[in-house]
């Protein structure tokens, strides 16, 4: 299986802030991965496709870069709305794999 | 806008079978290039993909839950179900359907579901 470890696994940030969060893959998996965001209680939604592709409808504060085994989500400028869990996912090989989530809150 | 909507018991003994149904809303699982697919997330933990398929036929589950796993297509009332034999307390978790090309654009409220005699 390939492992995506995303770093930090918590971050502390005010609104305002540019954050990023790292997301590294154990094996090249080109640009076949893709960012939700998570709130408790709640399903995650697609933040980003293809590790740059951001989806319909969300906000352009939400970036991602990268390819192979190594990829960045970027909020340029944070939103109360915000402060949530983000997952990596990688979807170039069977079975699809999820990094362990960074969880964004208030500093 | 594709819904999705998990539906099944909430509490499973131990050895028995978990099963769950996807009613999908407002397209159909046999159009497009969807993977139907479910996932499931430890309560306050991370994801795991269960696994997915395909009105085409194409079928890919995580090896770690393969020989228990079994996700259908019910064309006819548009329903994805998920079977998984032999249940134990690491079973315990919520339960997502969700659809998408490998990345998922869809995903249902979740259910979940707790295996305890």
């Known amino acids: 299986d390939i492992q995506m470890t995303q770093s930090p696994s918590t971050l502390s940030a005010s609104v305002g802030d540019r954050v990023t969060i790292t997301c590294r893959a154990s094996?090249?998996?080109?640009?076949?991965l893709a960012w939700y965001q998570q709130k408790p209680g709640k399903a995650p939604t697609l933040l980003i496709s293809?590790?740059?592709s951001l989806q319909g409808g969300v906000p352009s504060r939400f970036s991602g870069s990268g390819s192979g085994t190594e990829f960045t989500l970027t909020i340029s400028s944070l939103q109360p709305d915000d402060f949530a869990t983000y997952y990596c996912?990688?979807?170039?090989?069977?079975?699809?794999?999820f990094g362990q989530g960074t969880k964004l809150d208030f500093k | 806008q594709v819904q999705l909507q998990e539906s099944g018991p909430g509490l499973v003994k131990p050895s028995q079978t978990l099963s769950l149904t996807c009613a999908v809303s407002?397209?159909?699982?046999?159009?497009?290039?969807?993977?139907w697919t479910w996932i499931r997330q430890d309560p306050g933990k991370g994801l795991e993909w269960i696994g997915h398929?395909?009105?085409?036929?194409?079928?890919s589950y995580n090896p770690s839950l393969k020989s228990r796993v079994l996700i259908s297509l019910d064309t006819a009332q548009n329903q994805i179900s998920l079977k998984l034999t032999s249940v134990t307390a690491a079973d315990t978790a919520v339960y997502y359907c969700?659809?998408?090309?490998?990345?998922?654009?869809?995903w249902g409220q979740g259910t979940l579901v707790t295996v305890s005699s």
């Open positions: 407002g397209g159909s699982i046999t159009s497009g290039a969807n993977f």
């Open positions: 996912q990688q979807y170039d090989n069977y079975p699809y794999t």
């Open positions: 094996q090249r998996i080109s640009s076949w």
């Open positions: 293809r590790a740059s």
């Open positions: 398929t395909s009105y085409s036929g194409k079928t």
């Open positions: 969700a659809g998408g090309v490998g990345f998922i654009d869809y």
